[in-house]
Each structure stands twice: as structure tokens, then as C-alpha cells.
């Protein structure tokens, strides 16, 4: 089974930072596309931003501007540095990677989720 592990989350002021990390932590063949998305309380789970493995971007707009993702494919670990945070980006934050296993096939995963507070 592949595991895919969050770090980062936490509590700050609005207008401060986090950076989130997301580590594919189990051996594979390779790491495709990797995502964040995140649930607000009593809200659907919504798209933040998205990475390729070639490093193509994108991002929703309500986060445009100020959130940033990146990755090293070296680590299979992929980041989120959030900046200009708001109360409304309150969320449980996940990470999903879609991954080749050697095990044969490859399939969608998602990471356990990290909360982040912002506070007013």
C-alpha cells in the first residue's frame, strides 16, 4: 500500500505563512501528478493546486497569487508554501499523488490530511 505523508499544518495569524510538505513515503516506480485540495468544515473537498512531474502548475483561483507548489522529484516529496494566509483558507489540507507501483498498475492515493488554522 502505498502512504503518502503530511507535515506543516497548523495554526497562524491571518496574513502569515505555513509550508506544507507531502512525502510519498513508500518505494514506487514513479510519481505523476501530485495535488493539494482541502475541506472546510461542513464544505466539500475542493482543488488547490496541482504539480506534473514535469513541473507544470496550476491553482485555484481563490488561491492564486499566494500559494506556491513545488516539488523534488529526487524526494518524491511535493510543498505548498502559503503566504497572505486568510481565515476562509481554514481547512484540513490533503495531498494526492498518483503513483506507479511495482507491485504492476498504478493508482490514485491520498495523504491523511493536515489542519490549518487561520485565525483573525
Known amino acids: 500500500q502505498v502512504q503518502l505523508v503530511e507535515s506543516g499544518g497548523g495554526l497562524v495569524q491571518a496574513g502569515g505563512s505555513l509550508r506544507l510538505s507531502c512525502a510519498v513515503s513508500t518505494r514506487v516506480v514513479s510519481v505523476g501528478a501530485m495535488n493539494w485540495y482541502r475541506q472546510a468544515p461542513g464544505k466539500q473537498r475542493e482543488f488547490v493546486a496541482g504539480i506534473t512531474r514535469e513541473l507544470a502548475t496550476n491553482y485555484a483561483d481563490s488561491v492564486k497569487g499566494r500559494f506556491a507548489i513545488s516539488r523534488d522529484n529526487t524526494k518524491n516529496t511535493m510543498y505548498l508554501e502559503m503566504n497572505s494566509l486568510k481565515p476562509e483558507d481554514t481547512a484540513v489540507y490533503y495531498c494526492?499523488?498518483?503513483?506507479?507501483?511495482?507491485?504492476?498498475?498504478?493508482?490514485?492515493?491520498w495523504g491523511q490530511g493536515t489542519q490549518v488554522t487561520v485565525s483573525s
Open positions: 494526492n499523488a498518483d503513483c506507479r507501483r511495482y507491485s504492476g498498475g498504478r493508482s490514485n492515493y
